[in-house]
C-alpha cells in the first residue's frame, strides 16, 4: 500500500446496502443531501474532524488502520495521521514527518486535482462527478460519486446521517485496488478557531528540521 495516501487521508473523506435504479430523480435527490451536509459545514467558522482512516488493497491481502485528526477553514487544512502532518496554507502543501525530522514542501497540483485533500467535504459533489442515491432508509443514506474523467478514483461511495446531515464515512475505491475509506467519528466547531498560522509548517519551531522544497 503506497503510504503517500497519508496525504489524503480525509479527501477520499467519508458494503453495498443495494441499487437504487439511476435516473434524474435519484441525482437530484443526491444532490438535496450533500447540499444539506455543504451547507452545515459551510455554517461553521472551521471544522474539526476524528476519523479513522483504513486502507485496504484485497488483491495483496492488505488492510491497515490508522486514528487521526484534521482541521479545516475556508480551502486550508492540517491532517495529522500515520505518524505525520500534513499542512495547506492555501498557498504549499507542507508534509512534515517528525520520526525523520524532515519536512517536504511543494505546490499544489495533481494532488488536489485528484480530490485528495479533505476541503473536498465542502463542495464534494460540484467537481466532476455523476450521483447516485444508492439507498436511503432508517435516516440514514448512501450516495456514490463517480468521476467523469478518468483518474486513479474509480467512485466515492458517502454515507450521510439524514437527521442531522452529517456524514459519517466516505470510502474511495481505487482502479489500482486501493481502497481508501474514512469513518468520521467526530465533525464539529473547534473549541478555538485556528489562526492562519495553524495550516502552516513553521521552520523557526522545529530546529534541525531538514527543509526540501520542491517547489
Request: aromatic share 8%; glycine share 6%; net charge negative.
Amino acid at each position: 500500500m503506497n503510504r503517500t495516501f497519508h496525504a489524503c487521508a480525509l479527501a477520499c473523506c467519508l458494503l453495498a446496502w443495494g441499487n437504487a435504479p439511476v435516473g434524474a430523480q435519484t441525482a437530484s435527490r443526491a444532490g438535496t443531501l450533500l447540499d444539506n451536509v455543504v451547507n452545515k459545514i459551510k455554517s461553521y467558522p472551521a471544522v474539526e474532524v476524528i476519523f479513522t482512516l483504513t486502507m485496504e488493497n484485497k488483491a495483496e491481502n492488505v488492510r491497515e488502520s490508522y486514528p487521526g485528526k484534521a482541521y479545516m477553514k475556508g480551502n486550508m487544512y492540517r491532517v495529522e495521521v500515520m505518524d505525520a502532518i500534513n499542512y495547506f496554507d492555501g498557498e504549499a502543501i507542507y508534509t512534515y514527518m517528525p520520526e525523520v525530522e524532515e519536512v517536504t514542501i511543494k505546490d499544489p497540483g495533481e494532488e488536489q486535482e485528484e480530490l485528495l485533500d479533505p476541503t473536498i467535504l465542502f463542495d464534494i459533489h460540484n467537481r466532476e462527478f455523476t450521483r447516485e442515491l444508492l439507498e436511503e432508509k432508517g435516516g440514514k443514506a448512501r450516495v456514490a460519486l463517480t468521476p467523469k474523467k478518468p483518474g486513479q478514483i474509480r467512485t466515492i461511495d458517502v454515507w450521510i446521517d439524514t437527521a442531522t446531515n452529517a456524514v459519517e464515512r466516505v470510502t474511495s475505491f481505487g482502479n489500482d485496488g486501493n481502497d481508501v475509506s474514512v469513518l468520521i467519528t467526530s465533525l464539529k466547531p473547534p473549541g478555538q478557531t485556528p489562526n492562519d498560522a495553524f495550516f502552516r509548517f513553521d521552520a523557526k519551531a522545529h530546529p534541525g528540521v531538514e527543509v526540501i522544497d520542491l517547489r
